[in-house]
């Protein structure tokens, strides 16, 4: 097939746009993003009075040889459910329902009022009419700070946990990011201005990471190529030096294989046991089990803001509109 985009052409445009009014005029976004956590943050930190062992932004930085790692999983048919009935009810894809999940998880066993999460993305993002990635080999990334501050059904620390409303507002918390976050990195490391590249370094870093590979399941083909391509399970050594400081307290990188979502916990055994990860992904799996119940039922199909971007509404006027349409 015809080339794509090279790799070096996409750093080129990229480093270009770094210089941009577009990419710059996010700036006072990020900014708002940190600052909503960091107050959060300072009012929970004076509550907590130094006790909590789950930070909110990274306080301190354990080295890569103190990670350890922990996975969970999902069962097939709760899998197929996740993938099949929340979209379809909520048009939320599976990354926010893990998302909504977590931020319930974590404000239960941590006590924090919401969640300050460093999303990773595939970064192939349409930012050039004129370029195309989809075949262009290379690592492309995002990674960007999300604030998903209690919403209605969305307070993990009240009893307020309304599973459909809790995906509503992760749901539209996570879609305010432009252009999935991309323009935070290119910001951090591209901007020309100096005063904004320590605007960024200055934002309270996520101690929670996150990242949705997708479906990793081969093709079910016997004749296809993918049929005699197989992940394997056995161990890859250290792929970074020990001394070097983990990026995250804890990191969440989920994906679906053989038909069942895989959620493996990184997290810093130097701040937290295992039993306390453990008891984070009970808490996880049961606020996902939750979200599909409720996805499934007859009650259950919502839209929200984000599924009409260019018609103002917030959610009160839409769910008004949707109630006189419904009579």
Known sequence: ??????????????????????????????????????????????????????????????????????????????????????PAAYGADVSEALLAALARAYGVVSGWPGLLVEVEGHGREPLFDDLDL????????TQYPVWL???????????DWQPGRALMAVKEQMRRAPNHGIGFGVLQFLASDPNVRQALAALPRPAVGFNYLGQLDPGRDKDSAAAVLRISDRARGPERDPAMPLPHSVELAAAIRDGQLRLAWTFDSSRLDLADVQELARETLAALRELVAHSSGAEAASYTPADFPTAGLDQAELDALLEEISH
């Open 1 to 86: 097939p015809r080339k794509t985009t090279a790799f070096r052409d996409w750093g080129r445009r990229l480093a270009e746009y770094g210089q941009s009014a577009a990419a710059t005029g996010e700036l006072d976004f990020w900014r708002d993003v940190g600052a909503a956590a960091d107050r959060a943050r300072r009012a929970g930190a004076a509550a907590a009075n130094g006790r909590n062992k789950w930070p909110l932004a990274l306080d301190m930085s354990g080295k890569e040889a103190d990670a350890a790692t922990y996975e969970a999983r999902l069962g097939h048919e709760e899998t197929q459910a996740l993938v099949r009935e929340v």
């Open 134 to 141: 989809t075949r262009t080999v290379g690592w492309f990334t």
């Open 149 to 159: 501050a209690p919403q209605p059904g969305l307070s993990p620390v009240s009893g």
